[in-house]
């Protein structure tokens, strides 16, 4: 799409009242509990792909855990204490973001078949799969609290403010999700370039180091990455019993805000031009 | 009851390519210049040769597409394409999947809740209903989904082509269903078919397309008259 056609679209008057038609569905309640329904059905479904099923949630992130493990731990031997927690903390954070966005970018894409079948509010595939990856967090999230309750430091009152954190990274991974997948139906080739971001972006999130065992002048950038801040206020909140930074709160949830507002707005304006396209 | 559902006035729907560099210029106007409504209660045929804006027009009125030009104003409020087995998980069963589908069909929870079990009845899969849909034959996820979508009970029903589904028996029994829940008198319709008798059993009135206009509406008898007359070769 043209810089051009993309202005026209948003200035343009258009043929009016088409999505008075089938409205039903964009009730906010209804699209909810469609949403859930949907986010449970797949769980269901995908426990059910492997032999191994439900065990694969709690085995996946246990495996990057070794990996990550040995080659930081062992090899480069960054020095941390409860390397093994600390690395955990940081690969669930980071697991349900990156795995949520990256499934979230072809997920309107490939249901246009479905679509074009009946009146659905695009917005619920990328919503579905971010609740599915939710979901799979708590999970890593159960291991890591108990872990850290067993060979950890225990909890603090801190921990209170953790389903804050959690708030913030669903607002971020919902408004990831929803941006990226309102831009692969028009340029489907993003989905490959966002494979690339996202290893990027995993280096520069202090998923294996710390943000302040980095170089004063590298800080201030790496604290602008959100995901980066997030995954310093899980173990702020979890590892070190202190309160969550304020700053860095104010950051993640207000990118998380944006984000998820930008990415509504956006696959709400363009989901009624994807059924058109050809 | 003469209220009208559907209002379109000079309504047009038009494909477009887009191109991430330049301004593109193949639009493609599937749909021009319509301009019909839709009484409650009605059931209205649709005709017109391969590529005339037949299933365009189908998804206009379901609100999957809008319309680019014109204005269309609907009062209906669930409007649904009898779409056999949209969104099936494979992995799923197919109880399962009649809360996944009957949601996307535009029903409610509760109500999904209540017509469970009619909705199995009228299937016929017995047991087979809670083993994964992966298992069904082609014939079994038809029939399921045909009950859900009959159970829908949309206010406007639009169908594309096929009125029957799975086996022989099947196909006699679900057709038979949809033509008792046309001829009622509650009940809209939409019904886009190559088939001139049905369109005359079931349709009060027609409207013939051709490539993307609408070059006739009218009584169904009159206006397939005229389209045969004029497809056939002389």
């Not at chain 1, 697991?95 to 078949?113: D, G, I, K, Y």
């Not at chain 2, 037949?54 to 104003?73: M, V, Y």
Request: hydrophobic share 50%; with cysteine; proline share 3%.
């Amino acid at each position: 799409m043209s810089l051009q056609d993309f202005i026209a679209y948003f200035t343009h008057s258009r043929g009016e009242g088409g999505a008075a038609a089938g409205r039903r569905i964009a009730s906010g309640y209804q699209f909810w509990e469609l949403a859930v329904f949907r986010t449970v059905a797949e769980l269901r479904a995908e426990s059910k792909r492997s032999y191994a099923g439900l065990l694969w949630w709690i085995i996946r992130p246990l495996l990057s855990l070794a990996v990550y493990g040995v080659v930081f731990g062992l090899i480069f031997k960054v020095k941390q204490e409860h390397f093994l927690l600390f690395l955990f903390s940081g690969i669930i954070g980071w697991e349900w973001f990156s795995s949520s966005t990256q499934r979230c970018a072809t997920s309107v894409l490939s249901n246009r078949p479905l679509m074009l079948l009946v009146k659905v509010n695009p917005m619920l595939f990328p919503v579905s799969i971010c609740l599915v990856d939710f979901v799979k967090f708590l999970l890593g999230l159960l291991i890591l609290l108990v872990a850290a309750a067993i060979w950890g430091p225990g909890f603090g009152w801190s921990i209170l403010m953790l389903p804050v954190i959690i708030l913030a990274e669903l607002l971020l991974c919902m408004g990831a999700g929803l941006i990226v997948s309102s831009i692969t139906p028009f340029l489907p080739d993003f989905a490959m370039i966002l494979t690339t971001i996202m290893q990027l972006l995993m280096f520069l999130s202090g998923v294996f180091y710390r943000i302040d065992s980095l170089p004063a002048r590298l800080r201030p950038l790496i604290a602008l990455n959100p995901v980066a801040v997030l995954l310093e206020q899980y173990r702020l909140v979890i590892l070190e019993h202190a309160m969550p930074d304020l700053r860095g709160m104010a950051v993640i949830l207000g990118s998380g805000i944006a984000a998820a507002l930008v990415g509504r707005l956006l696959l709400a304006k363009f989901g009624r031009i994807y059924t058109k396209r050809w | 009851m003469n209220e009208n559902l559907y209002e379109l006035n000079a309504v047009g729907v038009c494909y477009r390519h887009y191109s991430l560099w330049r301004k593109s210029k193949h639009n493609i106007w599937a749909l021009r210049d319509l301009s019909f409504s839709i009484r409650r209660g009605e059931t209205v045929g649709i005709i017109g040769r391969n590529g005339a804006g037949k299933t365009t027009i189908l998804r206009l009125l379901a609100g999957i597409l809008e319309c680019d030009s014109g204005r269309l104003s609907c009062s209906a409020k669930v409007v649904t394409m009898l779409s056999i087995g949209a969104g099936f998980d494979n992995y799923l069963t197919g109880r399962e999947n009649i809360g996944l589908n009957g949601r996307l069909l535009g029903m409610h929870g509760a109500q999904i809740r209540t017509l469970e079990n009619s909705i199995v009845e009228m299937s016929g899969l017995g047991g087979a209903v809670d083993m994964p849909v992966r298992t069904y034959s082609t014939g079994m996820r038809a029939r399921l989904g045909f009950s859900i979508a009959y159970h829908a009970d949309p206010e406007v029903l639009l169908l594309d082509e096929n009125l029957g589904v799975g086996d022989a028996v099947f196909q006699a029994e679900s057709s038979r269903l949809i033509r008792e829940k046309l001829a009622s008198r509650q009940q809209t319709a939409v019904i886009v078919s190559h088939s001139i008798p049905l369109i005359r059993e079931m349709c009060s009135r027609v409207i013939w397309l051709e490539s993307g206009t609408m070059k006739k509406i009218g009584d169904a008898e009159e206006v397939t008259r005229e389209y045969l007359d004029h497809v056939r070769p002389r």
